[in-house]
């Protein structure tokens, strides 16, 4: 399964290698863009373009409204995964050995302006 994150263009750093910084809940990343830039919507047209990124890549374009609403899709899915590592025993963090299973931390803010 794959998992796609998204992310907004706000800079792009270099056109001739279709490289693009992508912030990603507050964490600003180097992406490639290949997968979205054409003709049509060539490198410099990306910035403020919302995408979903994957290992590196700019998978595919979205807008706001569906960045939104895959934060917070990903919001509840941390919250579920925290509130059942509560319920496990003594010594189960349910983290995989991180030990961080009850600290509540908003990974994915909500895009500018939306009403999520």
Do not use: Y
Not at 3 to 23: D, F, M, S, Y
Request: proline fraction near 5%; charged fraction near 20%; hydrophobic fraction near 35%.
């Amino acid at each position: 399964m794959c998992l796609g994150i998204p992310g907004q263009i706000i800079e792009i750093t270099n056109i001739n290698h279709k490289l693009a910084t992508v912030n990603i809940a507050g964490v600003k990343r180097q992406v490639n863009i290949a997968c979205i830039v054409d003709e049509q919507h060539p490198p410099e047209a990306c910035i403020g373009d919302w995408v979903l990124v994957h290992v590196g890549f700019a998978m595919n374009r979205i807008n706001e409204q569906q960045a939104a609403e895959t934060l917070q899709l990903l919001e509840e899915l941390i919250g579920n995964r925290e509130e059942d590592a509560g319920t496990r025993g003594h010594g189960d963090t349910g983290t995989r050995g991180r030990g961080d299973a009850g600290t509540r931390r908003n990974f994915f803010p909500h895009p500018p302006d939306s009403q999520v």
